[in-house]
């Protein structure tokens, strides 16, 4: 089946918009950038902020800890199903002008899994400090433009991922209310 006129469009206009943001990684100083930031959001920045948690926050900043974790275990569980049924091909796979400036770690492009975790974790971090807004919310959102600035993903792989993280990071904040609810009934 054939797209229609208008999603083809879209996705043209899409494609020419990653052609020309990623022509930015020509400059050694945006690629350099972009890339660290991708990487600390392969993981090492969330398991810092974890660590950084507990120690700063005893118990307290364990719970949330382990709340982030168990965020992410349903975060990547759902990014995986998404990306083996969608199995859209990254920018850099369908055009040729488009250069992937660092390895993708999987295949897929849809949704930014990178985003998808960074927004769902900033999320629940926020819910319990919000102080860490100035750190984290700029963070994140470099992670999310970085995916497509290095050819990764398409902008709607990262706004996909944004909503799904929210919505995650969100539902994640309302279970953990009412299990920190129901744990401080029972003591």
Known sequence: MRPSPQLERSLSLEAAFCVRVNQWCLRPSTRIFFSVIS???DGAV??????LLVLADGMHGMAVSAQIAATGVVGLTLYRLL???TRRPRPFASHGRIQAWV???DEFSFPSGHTLHAVAFTVV???YYPVLGWVLLP???SIAISRVVLGLHYPSDVIAATLIGAALGGLSLWWGAD???ALRLAV
């Open 39 to 41: 990487r600390l959001g």
């Open 46 to 51: 969330w398991y810092a902020l974890m660590a």
């Open 83 to 85: 990306k083996r049924w």
């Open 103 to 105: 390895a993708p770690l």
């Open 125 to 127: 971090a926020l819910g």
């Open 139 to 141: 963070l994140t959102m």
């Open 179 to 181: 299990v920190g609810l």
